[in-house]
């Protein structure tokens, strides 16, 4: 690989993953990533724009942030893109009236949408209210419809939390794919729109950009298809065939993010 001062030429803002980057989301709130919190601080301490771009789908913004604030990280609601607010955006948009196949932790997000006579199908990590019951009604609503919407919040395969590695949104979401012959509208990563979001909020070109995750193909992959650089970290989902990825390629491998942050400012904040 190219020096990393060659890798991280002419950077001004940085997408940051939440699970498995900043902490481990589990039981009594979950576990900060050893130098997470200090490696935030300093990078909003720099001149570099910082925005947070997570797929979590268990929890409203309100609840994800002030989780965060309780282990000790500097972030506010506003900093944050995730997929419930953008699907909201979409179905006001599109007149679409949803049967909610999501978590309960989520579900306020969702407040101010019609789910009356519903019209498509919003998927997201339910957790345990992935029974045989709530999937085949999410079957059932789609298969009566001349023109099914399935509207998956991420596609994850899964994610790691304290207790070890857990099933997120894309096997379900593949299930219903299969079972109604359709394909799924993603709104998350990796989106090309959902990222496209995240930079917009902070006026930077997707060249001016870079990605930190632990997910080679929702984060990495993700963001390079939309012209980012994108370093994965050795923490979270992590696995070390990754750094072997038959497709993606990280522009940068790192043990964390505080490590990352260290190459950042080195190279960039000139």
């Known amino acids: 690989m190219a020096p990393w001062g060659e890798r991280l030429a002419g950077v001004r803002g940085v997408l940051l993953d939440i699970s498995g980057v900043l902490y481990d989301s589990g039981a009594g709130g979950g576990t900060a990533i050893a130098g997470s919190v200090e490696a935030v601080a300093r990078l909003k301490g720099s001149r570099l724009k910082v925005r947070f771009c997570t797929n979590e789908s268990q929890k409203s913004r309100a609840e994800l942030v002030g989780q965060l604030r309780r282990l000790g990280f500097d972030i506010s609601e506003g900093e944050v893109t995730a997929p419930a607010p953008a699907a909201c955006q979409i179905l006001k948009e599109r007149g679409l009236r949803p049967y909610l196949l999501i978590h309960d932790g989520v579900r306020s997000e969702f407040d101010q ?3 009356s006579n519903p019209n498509c199908v919003v998927i997201a990590d339910a957790g345990e209210s992935f029974s045989y019951q709530n999937m085949n009604n999410a079957f059932q609503v789609l298969m009566e419809l001349e023109n099914p919407v399935l509207i998956s ?8 939390e304290t207790s070890g590695l857990m099933l997120d949104v894309g096997p379900y979401m593949k299930a219903l794919e299969y079972a109604c012959g359709i394909k799924a509208e993603v709104v998350g990563k ?18 001016q950009a870079v990605m930190i995750g ?13 012209g980012m650089r994108a370093l994965q970290v050795r923490t979270g989902k992590f696995r070390p065939s990754d750094e072997h990825h038959p497709e993606v390629k990280a522009d940068g491998y790192v043990d ?9 400012l080195q190279h960039t904040d000139k």
Do not use: M, W
């Open 113 to 115: 949408i019609d789910t």
């Open 153 to 160: 919040l991420g596609k994850g395969r899964y994610y790691k």
């Open 190 to 207: 990796p989106s090309p729109e959902f990222f496209k979001s995240a930079l917009q909020a902070i006026g930077v070109e997707a060249h």
């Open 214 to 226: 632990d997910d080679i193909v929702g984060d990495v992959g993700g963001a390079q298809r939309c």
């Open 256 to 264: 964390n993010l505080a490590e990352a942050v260290d190459l950042l």
